[in-house]
């Protein structure tokens, strides 16, 4: 996942061509969601609003920077 600009209003999940998720950034850019879509534990921090992904626990909750 690349950066999410804090402008973005829906992001939209796609496994083997299939939408398996769509809504705004807040509601799918949770570490849970990420991590069953990517299928590895992942990690959320938004330093001055803008998303980012990392290797990490599911279970933290979205780090706000």
């Not at 069953?36 to 921090?45: I, M, R």
Request: hydrophobic letters at 40%.
């Amino acid at each position: 996942m690349d950066t999410i600009v804090p402008e973005m209003q829906r992001v939209l999940f796609l496994t083997q061509r299939t939408i398996v998720g769509d809504g705004n950034p807040r509601e799918m850019l949770r570490p849970t969601a990420l991590s069953e879509l990517f299928q590895t534990p992942l990690n959320v921090v938004e330093p001055m609003g803008f998303a980012r992904s990392f290797p990490g626990s599911p279970k933290s909750s979205t780090l706000l920077c």
